[in-house]
Each structure stands twice: as C-alpha cells, then as structure tokens.
T-cell receptor
Framework: AQSVTQLGSHVSVSEGALVLLRCNYS??????LFWYVQYPNQGLQLLLK??????LVKGINGFEAEFKKSETSFHLTKPSAHMSDAAEYFC?????????????FGTGTRLLVSP | DGGITQSPKYLFRKEGQNVTLSCEQN?????MYWYRQDPGQGLRLIYY???????QKGDIAEGYSVSREKKESFPLTVTSAQKNPTAFYLC??????????FGSGTRLTVV
C-alpha cells in the first residue's frame, strides 16, 4: 500500500535561510506526488506536483521539489525563507484505482520562520 | 471563480446532536472527498464519492454519513454515534491526475 513519511513534525529556520522539508514515500507503482501548504484555519493549497517527466518540479512561492526514485524521496526546498512561509506543509502520494485518484497524506511538518 | 465552498466555518454541537456540514463545488469535478484533521495526525479520509449517487467509506467512516444527490454537493453529517467529533473538517474535489482542490474547512466543536 502507498504511504508517505514526513520527517520532523516541526522545522525551524531563520528568515533568508534554506528551507528543506523531507518526504519519503512507499509505492509499488510509479507514484504521483504532491506538496500542499496550509495556513491556520484554512484549507490546503497545492504547491507543486510530480506526475511524469522532469524530476525537478517547480511550484508556487519559490518552492521546488525533486523526485528521487532511488531514494524514494520527494523533499521540498526553498533557497531563502520568508516570514510568510510559516505554515504547515503536507506531502501526499496518489493511489490510483481504475482511473480514480485517492491521495494519502503524511502527518505534516510545521515550518517556523524566525526574524 | 471556480472553487469549493464549505459552510459554516465554525460549528458547535451539543452532546447527542446530529449536525451537517455543507460542501459545494462549481468546478464540475466528478470526485469529492471528506477529510478529518486533528493536530499531529494529518488528514484522515472519512468518505469519498466518484459519481452522483455513489460513495465509499474511507478510513474513519464510523459515526459519519454522506449523500451525493447532485454533482455539485457532498454534505457530511456527523451523527451522535461519533464520540469524538471535535476536529477540523476539509472537503475536496478532483478531476483526474491534477491533485485536489480543497475548501477552507469547517471547525466543529462539541459543547
């Protein structure tokens, strides 16, 4: 069964520092992978997704992620953190079943950004 | 603009009471989902529906019920059988391989 593990429930960085949020997946078939961001008391917003093709995926707000099949990873990065990046981030893997997509989410990583 | 509307944003339930959370989408998506979110547990799937008049239980369906009479609407009822309903509830929809679109959520509290 497909699953996702996010390492670290909380990550703290200083403003301007590199952001690295880790995600490892388990899948018996080539996965579709997603990163979502959630601000307090709001829904989830899609940051970026990997389906096929280029393994380095660029998303909104300067984030990017690289699909590494050999490491079963899909880590999220941003070169320079902004205060506005403070939020919770969820990695997800898609489970396809007769053309119907169901997402399995990790438990989330809360990003804290200090001045 | 197309999107998903959840209402109400905040909901209070008394012990033994059923409450219904609304979810409406104008994206023309076939599939819709309900998730429950608790601190530190991520999102857990309650129910999902691929087409009108059809829905399936997710991982934590006990104490919940849904209907899908229209493509645009997928309401969730939290019944009195759900012993710990206090949580943040998220509705989502999708049309294939592009990821989900989420509503802004309903926070349910037992009083």
């Amino acid at each position: 069964a497909q699953s996702v593990t996010q390492l670290g429930s909380h990550v703290s960085v200083s403003e301007g520092a590199l952001v690295l949020l880790r995600c490892n997946y388990s899948s018996s078939v080539p996965p579709y992978l997603f990163w979502y961001v959630q601000y307090p008391n709001q829904g989830l917003q899609l940051l970026l997704k990997y389906t096929t093709g280029a393994t380095l995926v660029k998303g909104i707000n300067g984030f990017e992620a690289e699909f590494k099949k050999s490491e079963t990873s899909f880590h999220l990065t941003k070169p320079s953190a902004h205060m506005s990046d403070a939020a919770e981030y969820f990695c997800a893997v898609s489970v396809m079943n007769t053309g119907f997509q169901k997402l399995v989410f990790g438990t989330g990583t809360r990003l804290l950004v200090s001045p | 603009d197309g999107g998903i509307t959840q209402s109400p944003k905040y909901l209070f339930r008394k012990e033994g009471q059923n409450v219904t959370l609304s979810c409406e989408q104008n994206l023309n998506h076939d599939a819709m989902y309900w998730y429950r979110q608790d601190p530190g547990q991520g999102l857990r799937l309650i129910y999902y529906s691929q087409i009108v008049n059809d829905f399936q239980k997710g991982d934590i369906a006990e104490g919940y019920s849904v209907s899908r009479e229209k493509k645009e609407s997928f309401p969730l009822t939290v019944t009195s059988a759900q012993k710990n309903p206090t949580a943040f509830y998220l509705c989502a929809s999708d049309q294939g391989y592009y990821g989900y679109t989420f509503g802004s959520g309903t926070r349910l509290t037992v009083v």
